[in-house]
């Protein structure tokens, strides 16, 4: 006699209604908050057309920049000065105060530890900085065709530098956690939060200055996956997909530790302004 051991989804009402839910949830989040989410995929799109504009115009030897410039420190200020200007347009524009200007899956999920996103948002936000991410090197590939393409400028691609994976690593870890940290010692001081954006652009110009030789200065998986994908360079890809995410979630638990739960108030870089906030906001009248 055959016994039958299977349990079909109808047969466990409960798992059944816990499906039917977690559906209804995405559902639900997609409805209210695509705004946020596409928000999110245009703007890293555009800071990575930006990054690759610049990498093109400052690395490419056909580059009348580049010829003027021989000595990559010196190239590297402009590049560092335009992506923490192209870091600042975005936080501080319209869509930039809506979203809440993540840009980053590390942001975006450090800040989901922190129990100030949703569940559903995180996992659309995430997806949308990829998507737009790759979105944004495939229309500067479009756009710059050879010269992106060209191995001096390699899609505007992060690799370890000449110290090798463990020093990548470690460089990634650092800035991460410096960015984290500064990220929630501004935002969540009401005098300060409009700060924010340009204390995060300046770190970012700072980085790619002094600190991109030793890992090419990414801090964001999605960033480094969009590059990737068109110029097929995946080397140490793990460090970016790890030293991000563990520095970030290693500056949140420090500045729990030292101010408590209860002084993260928002998961929005810039909150003093109009626009509604998605999250699970402490600033009061203006969190939906």
Known sequence: MRVEV???????????????????????????HWPEYLIEALGLGLFMLSAC????????????????????????????????????????????QRSGAHLNPSVTLT??????????????????QFVGAIVGVGVAATMLDAWLAHPAVSYAATVPGPDGAGVAFVAE?????????????????????????LCAGALVASYIIFEAPLSGMSMNAARTAGSAVYAQMWTALWIYLTAPLLGMLAAAQSYVASRGMQKVLCAKLHHDNSQRCIFRCSYGARAH
């Open 6 to 32: 299977g349990i079909r989804v109808g047969d466990r009402p409960d798992v059944a209604a816990s499906l039917v839910t977690a559906r209804s949830r995405a559902l639900t989040a997609v409805l209210q």
């Open 111 to 128: 800040f989901w530890r922190l129990g100030k996103v949703n569940h559903w948002d995180a996992f659309f936000y995430v997806t949308a």
């Open 173 to 197: 870890f650092f800035i991460s956690f410096l960015l984290m940290i500064v990220i929630l010692t501004v935002s969540n001081r009401p005098g300060l939060n409009r700060f924010t954006g």
């Open 53 to 96: 504009l610049f990498v093109a115009l400052l690395e490419h030897p056909s580059s009348p920049l580049r010829q003027a410039m021989t000595d990559p420190f010196l190239r590297r200020i402009p590049m560092g000065l335009a992506m923490g200007l192209t870091a600042v347009g975005l936080i501080y524009s319209p869509w930039g």
